[in-house]
C-alpha cells in the first residue's frame, strides 16, 4: 500500500509544475522606497485582485527575497492571486541585492529592520487597502514577531511564521552569552566600535554590540512572550527535520497554545517535494479568496 | 671511386637538404615568433578585458557601496573585507575605494594606488618594479538602478603575469616563460605593454618532428649508404678492382713490351667471366697486334728496301743516297769528322748502250755493282745515283785509305769477266774522289758532290788512271761545266721556273718564207748573266734531270702561248727529251696544250738518239700526241745513226736536218747524199726542215731540195719575243 500522504504530494507538484507553464506569469514589479532618507530599499511586489488578501513575504537571516524558500512561496501565493509583497531588507545598504556575507560590516540592527518592516506593511496596506497578513521564514518569522511586538499599531491581520527560530543562546544558534556580555559591557562602557561576534550562523559576525545586543535580545523568552500576547491570529510551521531549530524550542511553541504544522520530513528550508506541502499548509492557513 | 662519388654526392645532397630544413625552420620560427607576438598582445588585452570585468564586478559590489556610504570604517574594511570576500581574485593586490569627488575614503598606507582620481584620468596603465607586473584599472561606481546612480570611482592593481600566464589559448608562446625585460617602468600604456616582455616560444612539433625527420631520414640514408659500400668493398675489389688492376698493369707491362702476351701476373684465371674474357680478348688482340705488327715491320722493311734500292743492280737508290748524305750533314756538321765521297761513272756507257742495247748495257751495270759491292769494307754502302754513276761514301777514312779502296774497286771491274755476256770492248769505269778533313763546315760538305763530279770527269780524261782525287787545280779546267754556281743556278731555275727564258726562233715555209711556227729554245739568265745552253744541258744530262727541266719549259710556253706572246696562226715547236717523252707528267702538261691546237701548230721535237732508247714505249705516247693534234718532229737527224729502218717505224710527220748536213750541202759531194737523202724522207711523207741557213747562198741551195722549211739567222735568230716577219739577217751563229 501506497502512503496516502506521498501520493497526495506527488499530485500537488505535478499539479504546481502544469500550472507553471501553462499559467501566464503574473504581473510583478520592483518597489523601492526611501528608508531613512538614507538608503533606497527594494520589495517585489505583485499585485492581486481588489479583494486578495496582502502578504508580506519577509526572508531570513542576511538573506534577500531571492532566497528560494521565499522566492517559491512568492511565486505560488502570486499565482494563487494574492497581493505579494516581499521586501529585502537593506542590512545598511543601499539597494541591497546580495544576501550580505558574515564577515561585512554589519551596521544593521533589529531596530532598523523593523522600522523597515513596518515601512513596507503600510505601503502594503495602503497599496491594498486590506490589513496585511506577515509570512517569514527563519529569521524574517523572530523578526516579523518582534514587528507585531514593537508595532502595535501595525495594520496585521494574522501571521504565518515558517520555520520560527529565534536569537539568543539556544541549539542551532552561534550566539553565547559571553559575546552577549562582552556587548552589554561595551554598550555600558559606550562603545560603539565594531566587535567580532558570532550570530546566528556566522561565527564571525563584526558588528557594534548596541546592534549584536538587539539581534540577541530576541530569544527564546522573549518571542514566547510576544506570541503569547495572540494581538492577531498566528501558525506557526515546521519542518519535522529542521536541524537548525532544536526539538525543544518547537515544544515550547506547541506547548505554549499557537497552531503549530509539523510537515512530516522537511526540513529547515522545506527544499526538493516539501515546499509543495508548505504550499499546501500555507493555504489551508491562508483566508479564501 | 663510384662509391667516392656517391658518398660526395650524397654529402652534398644531406649538406643541402640540411640547410634547406635550417632555412625552413627559420622562416617558421619567424612566423612563429610573429603569431606568439600577435599571442602576447591578445593575452594583454585579454587579461586588461578580465581585469576590467572584476573592477566593475567590484565596483558593483554591494559592501563598496556601503563604504561609500558610511566610509568610517574603511580601513578595517580594507585590510578584511575587500581582497578577502572572494569578490575579486587571487591576482588583485590592491583596491580602492574613491567618492564623488575622487578621493580615497580612507589613506591606507601600505596601498599601492593613487589617493585620488579624476574623471579625465581613469585609462588602465601597468607599473613595474623589479620582478612585479601589475595593471591599474579604474572604474567608475553607479548603482545599478533605473536612474546609474554614479556613487564615486574604484581603482584596482592586479598582478598581470599571472593572469598572462593563465591566458588558456597559448599556442606559440611558453606561458611559464614569461617575463620582463625592464625592471623598473612607471604608468606604461597597456598598448606598449608587449615590447617589455619576454618570452620562449613553445615547442614547434611539426618543425621539430620534420627537422627529426629529416636527419632520421639522412642518417639512414647514410646507414643504407655507407654500411653496403663498406661490406661490399672487400667483395667489388676482388671480383672488380683486383682484376682490373691486373689487366691494367698487364696492359702496361705489354706497352713497355716486358710481358709476354701470356704474363705471369695475369695467368690465373680471373673471378669474374666477363673480365676474363677481357683478358683472353686482350691476350689474342695483343697476340694479333704482335703479327701485325710484325707484317708490317717486314712490309716496311720491303718497302724499304725496293724505295731504296736499284732494283736493276741491288745497289741502293739515289734516295738512299740522298737520305744518308742528308743523315750525315746534320751529324756531322759542326763536329771533327773526315769523310771522303766517291762516284763512280762507267766510261762510254752511252755507246756501249747503243750499241749492244740496252739489256745488255743493264747487265753491264749490274755486274759493275756487284763487283764493286764486294770490295766495299763494312759499313760502305754502293749507291747507284742514276744511269751508270754509282757512289759510295767513306766515313772517318784516310785519303789514302778510300784510294785503296777505289782502286780495288776498279780492279774488280777490270776483273769482272764482261766478256762471257759478248762485250768485246773492256769495260771500265772512272772513279773521283773527294774528301774533307776535320773541317766541320757545311758548305765544305755540301761542295764534296760537285768535287767529286770533278774528280771523276778528271779521271775521265784521256791518258789519267781512271782514277782521281779532286784538287783545285781541276775546277780552272772545268769550271764551265762543273761550276757550282751554274749548278745552283740551274737547279733552281727547274725548281722555280724563274730565271728560265724561252726565246723563239721561227721556222719558216720556204716557197713564201711565211713564218709558219718557232722553235723554243731555252735559256736559263740569272743576275743579268746568260748560262750557255750547252752548260745547262750538259749539267741536265748529267744530273738526269731531263724530265724535270722539260717539265719547267713547257709551263713556260703554256704560259706564253696562254698570254697571247705567241701570234695566233703560227706555232711552237718545243725539244723534248727522250725520257720526258715516256714520262707521265710530262705527258700530262703536253696534253694540256691541246686546247691551244686550234689556233697553233704544236710541234714536238724529239732526237733520233733519245727515241731509240725507248722506242716502243716513245712510239706509243708519240701516236697518241698525233691523234690530239700534235706534230711530231725528229729532231738532229743526220748526227748520230741516221737509221732510215728507224724513221719509217716512228710516228714523225717532220724530220729536222741536223745542221752537219745542211752546212755539208756547200761540198759537192756531199750535196748529193743530202739532196737523195731528203728525196727519199719528203717522199715518204715527211716535211722536211733545213736547219742553220744563215746564207742567201745556202738558202738558194735548200730552195733546191725537197725541204719545205727552212730556220737560221737567215729568217731570224732566236728572240724572247717572237718575230712575227721573217727578216734576212746577216748572221754567223745558229741555234
Same mark, same amino acid.
Given at each position: 500500500m501506497s502512503n496516502p500522504n506521498i501520493s497526495r504530494r506527488y499530485l500537488a507538484s505535478i499539479c504546481l509544475i502544469i500550472s507553471a507553464l501553462i499559467v501566464a506569469p503574473v504581473a510583478a514589479k520592483t518597489v523601492e522606497l526611501s528608508f531613512d532618507n538614507k538608503r533606497v530599499v527594494t520589495a517585489e511586489f505583485s499585485q492581486g485582485g481588489a479583494e486578495a488578501p496582502a502578504i508580506i513575504i519577509l526572508h531570513g537571516f542576511l538573506q534577500t527575497r531571492e532566497f528560494h524558500t521565499v522566492m517559491r512561496i512568492y511565486n505560488a501565493l502570486s499565482e494563487s492571486g494574492y497581493s505579494v509583497l516581499a521586501p529585502t531588507l537593506s542590512l545598511g545598504l543601499n539597494r541591497r541585492q546580495k544576501s550580505l556575507a558574515c564577515e561585512a560590516i554589519h551596521f544593521h540592527s533589529m531596530e532598523t529592520d523593523l522600522a523597515e518592516i513596518d515601512l513596507w506593511v503600510r505601503w502594503l496596506?495602503?497599496?491594498?487597502?486590506?490589513?496585511?497578513?506577515?509570512?517569514?521564514?527563519?529569521?524574517?518569522?523572530?523578526?516579523?514577531?518582534?514587528? $507585531?511586538?514593537?508595532?502595535?499599531?501595525?495594520? $496585521?491581520?494574522?501571521?504565518?511564521?515558517?520555520?520560527?527560530?529565534?536569537?539568543?543562546?539556544?541549539?542551532?544558534?552561534?550566539?553565547?552569552?559571553?559575546?552577549?556580555?562582552?556587548?552589554?559591557?561595551?554598550?555600558?562602557?559606550?562603545?560603539?566600535?565594531?566587535?567580532?561576534?558570532?550570530?546566528?550562523?556566522?561565527?564571525?559576525?563584526?558588528?557594534?554590540?548596541?546592534?549584536?545586543?538587539?539581534?540577541?535580545?530576541?530569544?527564546?523568552?522573549?518571542?514566547?512572550?510576544?506570541?503569547?500576547?495572540?494581538?492577531?491570529?498566528?501558525?506557526?510551521?515546521?519542518?519535522?527535520?529542521?536541524?537548525?531549530?532544536?526539538?525543544?524550542?518547537?515544544?515550547?511553541?506547541?506547548?505554549?497554545?499557537?497552531?503549530?504544522?509539523s510537515i512530516e520530513g522537511a526540513n529547515h528550508f522545506f527544499v526538493s517535494e516539501y515546499e509543495f506541502d508548505l504550499q499546501d499548509a500555507i493555504d489551508n492557513i491562508l483566508p479564501g479568496m | 671511386m663510384f662509391g667516392m662519388a656517391v658518398f660526395v654526392l650524397f654529402v652534398f645532397y644531406g649538406l643541402l637538404t640540411y640547410h634547406q630544413m635550417q632555412v625552413l625552420k627559420q622562416d617558421l620560427q619567424t612566423s612563429y615568433q610573429n603569431l606568439a607576438n600577435d599571442e602576447i598582445r591578445v593575452a594583454i588585452d585579454t587579461a586588461h578585458l578580465d581585469i576590467k570585468k572584476h573592477a566593475v564586478e567590484f565596483a558593483s559590489w554591494e559592501e563598496v557601496t556601503q563604504q561609500i556610504d558610511n566610509p568610517y570604517y574603511y580601513a578595517y574594511w580594507y585590510n578584511h573585507r575587500s581582497l578577502n570576500a572572494g569578490v575579486v581574485p587571487d591576482y588583485v593586490v590592491d583596491v580602492a575605494i574613491y567618492d564623488k569627488s575622487g578621493n580615497v575614503l580612507s589613506?591606507?598606507?601600505?596601498?599601492?594606488?593613487?589617493?585620488?582620481?579624476?574623471?579625465?584620468?581613469?585609462?588602465?596603465?601597468?607599473?613595474? @618594479?623589479?620582478?612585479?607586473?601589475?595593471?591599474?584599472?579604474?572604474?567608475?561606481i553607479e548603482k545599478e538602478s533605473p536612474s546609474g546612480i554614479f556613487q564615486g570611482y574604484i581603482s584596482m592593481r592586479s598582478n598581470l603575469i599571472p593572469e598572462l600566464i593563465e591566458f588558456k589559448q597559448y599556442n606559440y608562446v611558453d606561458h611559464d616563460s614569461i617575463k620582463i625585460k625592464s625592471t623598473e617602468v612607471s604608468k606604461l600604456l597597456v598598448s606598449d605593454f608587449s615590447r617589455y616582455i619576454s618570452y620562449d616560444l613553445r615547442p614547434n612539433p611539426i618543425v621539430d618532428d620534420m627537422v627529426g625527420i629529416v636527419k632520421d631520414m639522412l642518417f639512414r640514408m647514410a646507414l643504407i649508404i655507407i654500411v653496403p659500400t663498406l661490406l661490399m668493398y672487400p667483395f667489388v675489389s676482388y671480383l672488380v678492382a683486383k682484376p682490373l688492376k691486373a689487366i691494367s698493369r698487364?696492359?702496361?707491362?705489354?706497352?713497355?713490351?716486358?710481358?709476354?702476351?701470356?704474363?705471369?701476373?695475369?695467368?690465373?684465371?680471373?673471378?669474374?667471366?666477363?673480365?676474363?674474357?677481357?683478358?683472353?680478348?686482350?691476350?689474342?688482340?695483343?697476340?694479333?697486334l704482335f703479327e701485325v705488327h710484325k707484317s708490317l715491320d717486314d712490309k716496311n722493311r720491303e718497302l724499304w728496301n725496293m724505295a731504296h734500292h736499284d732494283p736493276l743492280t741491288g745497289a741502293l737508290n739515289r734516295r738512299a743516297f740522298d737520305e744518308h748524305w742528308?743523315?750525315?750533314?746534320?751529324?756531322?756538321?759542326?763536329?771533327?769528322?773526315?769523310?771522303?765521297?766517291?762516284?763512280?761513272?762507267?766510261? @762510254?756507257?752511252?755507246?756501249?748502250?747503243?750499241?749492244? *742495247?740496252?739489256?745488255?748495257?743493264?747487265?753491264?751495270?749490274?755486274?759493275?755493282?756487284?763487283?764493286?759491292?764486294?770490295?766495299?769494307?763494312? *759499313?760502305?754502302?754502293?749507291?747507284?745515283?742514276?744511269?751508270?754513276?754509282?757512289?759510295?761514301?767513306?766515313? @772517318?777514312?784516310?785519303?789514302?785509305?778510300?784510294?785503296?779502296?777505289?782502286?780495288?774497286?776498279?780492279?774488280?771491274?777490270v776483273d769482272c769477266p764482261f766478256n762471257d755476256q759478248g762485250v768485246l770492248e773492256p769495260v771500265r769505269i772512272s772513279i773521283g774522289l773527294s774528301e774533307t778533313r776535320n773541317v766541320p763546315d757545311h758548305e765544305m760538305l755540301l761542295a764534296l758532290q760537285w768535287q767529286a763530279d770533278v774528280a771523276?770527269?778528271?779521271?775521265?780524261?784521256?791518258?789519267?788512271? @781512271?782514277?782521281?782525287?779532286?784538287?783545285?787545280?781541276?775546277?780552272d779546267k772545268i769550271k764551265g761545266i762543273f761550276s757550282s754556281w751554274v749548278n745552283n743556278i740551274v737547279y733552281e731555275a727547274i725548281a722555280s721556273g724563274d730565271d728560265i727564258v724561252i726565246f723563239y726562233q721561227p721556222i719558216v715555209r720556204l716557197e713564201d718564207r711565211v713564218v709558219e711556227y718557232y722553235e723554243a729554245l731555252v735559256r736559263i739568265e740569272h743576275d743579268g748573266k746568260m748560262v750557255l745552253p750547252s752548260d745547262v744541258f750538259q749539267i741536265v744530262e748529267a744530273r738526269s734531270l731531263d724530265a724535270e727541266m722539260d717539265i719547267a719549259i713547257l709551263e713556260k710556253i703554256y704560259h706564253d702561248l696562254g698570254s697571247g706572246k705567241i701570234p695566233t696562226g703560227t706555232g711552237v715547236s718545243i725539244n723534248v727529251s727522250g725520257l720526258s717523252i715516256v714520262t707521265k707528267d710530262v705527258l700530262e702538261i703536253l696534253y694540256k696544250f691541246t686546247r691551244f691546237i686550234d689556233d697553233y701548230k704544236l710541234v714536238i721535237e724529239v732526237t733520233e738518239t733519245s727515241l731509240i732508247t725507248q722506242i716502243e714505249a716513245a712510239s706509243k705516247n708519240l701516236n697518241k700526241l698525233r691523234e690530239k693534234g700534235f706534230y711530231i718532229a725528229l729532231d738532229d737527224f743526220g748526227s748520230g745513226y741516221s737509221s732510215v729502218r728507224y724513221l719509217g717505224t716512228m710516228p714523225v710527220d717532220i724530220v729536222k736536218f741536223d745542221i752537219s748536213l745542211i752546212r755539208s750541202l756547200a761540198d759537192e759531194s756531199q750535196q748529193l747524199i743530202v739532196k737523195h737523202l731528203a728525196e727519199m724522207i719528203a717522199g715518204t711523207g715527211h716535211k722536211l726542215v733545213a736547219e742553220g741557213i744563215e746564207t742567201e747562198d745556202l738558202l738558194k741551195k735548200v730552195n733546191e731540195l725537197e725541204f719545205f722549211y727552212g730556220q737560221g739567222y737567215l729568217f731570224g735568230r732566236p728572240e724572247p719575243r717572237p718575230l712575227e716577219q721573217p727578216g734576212l739577217l746577216d748572221g754567223t751563229h745558229s741555234s
Open positions: 496596506n495602503k497599496e491594498t487597502g486590506k490589513k496585511v497578513i506577515l509570512l517569514g521564514h527563519s529569521a524574517g518569522s523572530v523578526q516579523l514577531v518582534a514587528y $507585531v511586538d514593537q508595532f502595535e499599531d501595525a495594520p $496585521v491581520a494574522q501571521g504565518i511564521y515558517i520555520s520560527l527560530g529565534h536569537f539568543g543562546r539556544g541549539i542551532g544558534s552561534a550566539e553565547n552569552p559571553v559575546d552577549y556580555q562582552r556587548a552589554v559591557a561595551s554598550i555600558k562602557k559606550g562603545n560603539t566600535g565594531l566587535e567580532k561576534y558570532a550570530m546566528s550562523y556566522c561565527k564571525e559576525y563584526l558588528t557594534t554590540p548596541q546592534n549584536y545586543a538587539s539581534y540577541y535580545e530576541w530569544g527564546k523568552e522573549k518571542i514566547l512572550s510576544a506570541l503569547n500576547k495572540n494581538r492577531i491570529p498566528l501558525h506557526v510551521i515546521y519542518g519535522s527535520k529542521d536541524q537548525r531549530i532544536d526539538k525543544s524550542w518547537m515544544k515550547k511553541i506547541e506547548a505554549s497554545g499557537l497552531k503549530v504544522i | 589613506k591606507i598606507a601600505s596601498s599601492t594606488l593613487p589617493d585620488a582620481v579624476t574623471e579625465d584620468a581613469l585609462t588602465s596603465y601597468i607599473d613595474i @618594479n623589479k620582478d612585479k607586473v601589475e595593471m591599474v584599472v579604474f572604474e567608475k698487364h696492359i702496361d707491362s705489354l706497352k713497355n713490351k716486358t710481358a709476354s702476351i701470356e704474363a705471369n701476373s695475369l695467368a690465373k684465371k680471373l673471378p669474374v667471366s666477363e673480365l676474363e674474357k677481357v683478358r683472353n680478348s686482350l691476350n689474342e688482340y695483343h697476340q694479333q742528308r743523315s750525315i750533314t746534320q751529324m756531322f756538321s759542326g763536329g771533327r769528322m773526315d769523310i771522303c765521297l766517291a762516284i763512280f761513272d762507267v766510261n @762510254n756507257f752511252k755507246a756501249l748502250n747503243d750499241t749492244y *742495247g740496252h739489256q745488255l748495257g743493264d747487265e753491264v751495270l749490274k755486274g759493275i755493282a756487284q763487283s764493286i759491292m764486294k770490295v766495299l769494307r763494312k *759499313g760502305e754502302h754502293l749507291y747507284r745515283l742514276g744511269g751508270d754513276e754509282f757512289a759510295t761514301v767513306f766515313i @772517318n777514312c784516310t785519303e789514302q785509305e778510300a784510294l785503296h779502296v777505289a782502286e780495288r774497286c776498279h780492279q774488280a771491274v771523276m770527269y778528271s779521271a775521265k780524261q784521256p791518258g789519267k788512271a @781512271n782514277i782521281a782525287v779532286f784538287s783545285e787545280e781541276m775546277t
